[in-house]
């Protein structure tokens, strides 16, 4: 879509939110209760087909084109040494994502995802939030709209991820904003700071929240001060994929923590989002369950890049290949429950 232009429009949207097709997703209910199995026993494969069908408006739901967009930024919070990286490697990653170096080429190409690789002015840092607003409005809606494009039409599932050195710190930082809590709430070792690292991370976190006190609470305000483009753009994805009822896989806590200003205004955003896994990341436990979102997997990975949910577009595919490829009792001729 063609994305943001003013932050009305952005308001207006996250305001109307469009919510799923009923008959789709009751006709997809009765067929799961149709197909040769015990009732409930494919579990939340069930549900998950059930879900997309409400969200693609089919009883049938099925994925031909899907695409993973990871959006990359820079932050100058880094300036405060609170990754375990300098802030080059975000562009030279970029490029080894351009080249097929990188763990989400491999796990794109496991879950057959076309790559959307989108850096967004990353010779230019977003301004260091302890002392200013990471972004301007202009910034800010430039990124929400570069979001929103990724969302292109005939797209049947998207899947978000981010690569920004020191986005573990603003992720931290949306997620205190948004939900409240305090800094050691939220903050973790992201790339995989030591114990000074954390201390001087929750600093940064709460200067942050102190400086950005009296600005009003919305989540354009909340996005704009402490996050940061890519994040930006994952809002602005997640949003654009709702008014297109395309539904989302979620990556780990970065990925997350977009969604955190708008949920904690608007808790219904999440309805077409699916979390890809529970990250390593110890804040990450914590948002799912101020999101409302109940994680596909957990196996202890704490990359981003989209990874998580990546790996988790295999269980949603396992769970459309048995709706749309088991028989019914009548089909098979077998006996249905007494
Ligand atoms: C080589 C490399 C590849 C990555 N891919 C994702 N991240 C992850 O680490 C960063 C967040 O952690 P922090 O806030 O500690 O900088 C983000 O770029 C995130 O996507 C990476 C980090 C590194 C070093
Ligand atoms: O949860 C994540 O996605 C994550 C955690 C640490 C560093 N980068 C990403």
Same mark, same amino acid.
């Given at each position: 879509m063609t994305g943001f232009a003013t932050v009305a429009a952005f308001e207006a949207a996250l305001g109307a939110l469009p919510a799923i097709d009923p008959d789709a997703a009751a006709a997809a209910r009765a067929r799961q209760a149709r197909l040769?199995? #015990? %009732? @409930? /026993? +494919?579990g939340r494969l069930e549900d998950i087909a059930v879900f997309l069908a409400g969200w693609q408006g089919r &009883? +049938? #739901? &099925?994925?031909?084109r899907a695409r993973v967009a990871i959006f990359a930024g820079n932050h100058g919070v880094t300036a405060h040494g609170v990754s375990a990286f300098p802030p080059e490697v975000t562009v030279q990653m970029v490029a080894n994502f351009e080249r097929g170096g990188a763990a989400i080429n491999a796990l794109a190409g496991a879950a057959g995802l076309e790559l959307a690789v989108v850096p967004l002015d990353l010779d230019r840092p977003t301004a260091d939030f302890t002392i200013a607003p990471a972004m301007d409005a202009y910034e800010c809606l430039a990124a929400l709209s570069a979001g929103a494009a990724v969302v292109e039409p005939g797209l049947d599932l998207l899947v978000l991820g981010e690569m920004g050195i020191g986005n573990s710190t603003a992720a931290a930082a949306l997620c205190a904003r948004g939900f @409240? @809590? /305090? %800094?050691a709430d939220w903050v973790g070792p992201g790339t995989g700071v030591d114990d000074a690292g954390i201390a001087r991370k929750r600093v940064v976190v709460d200067r942050a929240i102190a400086f950005h006190a009296a600005a009003p609470l919305t989540p354009f305000e909340t996005l704009r001060r402490v996050g940061g483009r890519e994040i930006a753009a994952i809002a602005g994805a997640v949003l654009a994929a709702r008014m297109a009822r395309v539904p989302v896989i979620l990556d780990g806590f970065i990925c997350c923590s977009a969604v955190a200003p708008l949920a904690a205004m608007t808790g219904a955003i999440t309805d077409h989002c699916l979390a890809g896994h529970c990250s390593a990341e110890p804040g990450h436990r914590r948002l799912l369950d101020r999101l409302g979102l109940d994680p596909l997997l957990a196996l202890g990975m704490r990359l981003g890049e989209g990874s998580g949910a990546a790996v988790a577009t295999a269980i949603v595919r396992a769970a459309l290949a048995a709706h749309g490829g088991m028989a019914t009792f009548a089909e098979a001729g077998v006996s249905d429950a007494g």
């Open positions: 040769t199995k #015990p %009732a @409930g /026993s +494919l &009883a +049938l #739901p &099925a994925i031909d @409240g @809590g /305090s %800094a």
